[in-house]
């Protein structure tokens, strides 16, 4: 099945600074990636997402890239604020079971105001 | 459109007992899915349904765990017997249609003693 890992598992930032999160997959038929973020205590919420006939996909100070030959996305997240401190997770789809996502581990990202 | 609807919020139970968690996904959503989230395994599919049919459930831990959808508008996770080590928080999600952004409900914290 798809195998998604994602790195790093934690980052810490100040505020205004640039976060990269990075995820890659197994699966070369993948091609739909989502990115959500969970703030504690609450359920995970879609933030983006990209699919494989584009390189890159913007909104606002988030921003996600996508590498299909070397098989990894990344979430850029530019001027960080204290209220972007959450997990950070990936996604892709593939393996044997068409319809379902693999997650990655998370990134548990802190801005330092 | 309310989201995905899960009860309990949160459950605590002894262990042997049955425990029963609902979810009601978004209307015109084919798709539902059952997720485990704990600290030492992260984000874990259990189980997903395509229009009420079970398509994968490679993801349910062992025959203890049960999930069925008898209709469009409701899903149920059975935990039976239920032991110390199935306390998690499990989210229910919904999407539309294969790659296309899954819509979670707000979880059940289950605690089982």
């Known amino acids: 099945g798809e195998n998604v890992e994602q790195h790093p598992s934690t980052l810490s930032v100040q505020e205004g600074d640039s976060a990269v999160i990075k995820c890659t997959y197994s699966d070369s038929a993948s091609n739909y990636f989502p990115w959500y973020k969970q703030e504690l205590g609450k359920r995970p919420q879609l933030i983006i997402d990209?699919?494989?006939?584009?390189g890159e996909k913007k909104d606002q100070r988030i921003a996600v890239t996508l590498n299909k030959t070397a098989k990894h996305f990344s979430l850029h997240i530019t001027e960080t604020q204290p209220e972007d401190s959450a997990v950070y997770f990936c996604a892709a789809p593939g393996g044997t079971s068409y319809g379902k996502l693999t997650f990655g581990q998370g990134t548990i990202l802190t801005v330092h105001p | 459109d309310a989201g995905v609807i899960q009860s309990p919020r949160h459950e605590v139970t002894e262990m042997g007992q049955e425990v029963t968690l609902r979810c009601k996904p978004i209307s015109g959503h084919d798709y539902l899915f059952w997720y485990r989230q704990t600290m030492m395994r992260g984000l874990e599919l259990l189980i997903y349904?395509?229009?009420?049919?079970?398509?994968?459930d490679s993801g349910m831990p062992e025959d203890r765990f049960s999930a069925k959808m008898p209709n469009a508008s409701f899903s149920t996770l059975k935990i039976q017997p239920s032991e110390p080590r199935d306390s998690a928080v499990y989210f229910c999600?919904?999407?539309?249609?294969?790659?296309?952004?899954?819509?979670f409900g707000d979880g059940t914290r289950l605690s089982i003693l």
């Open positions: 999600a919904s999407s539309f249609s294969v790659n296309q952004p899954q819509h």
């Open positions: 990209i699919r494989s006939n584009v």
């Open positions: 349904f395509n229009n009420n049919v079970p398509i994968d």
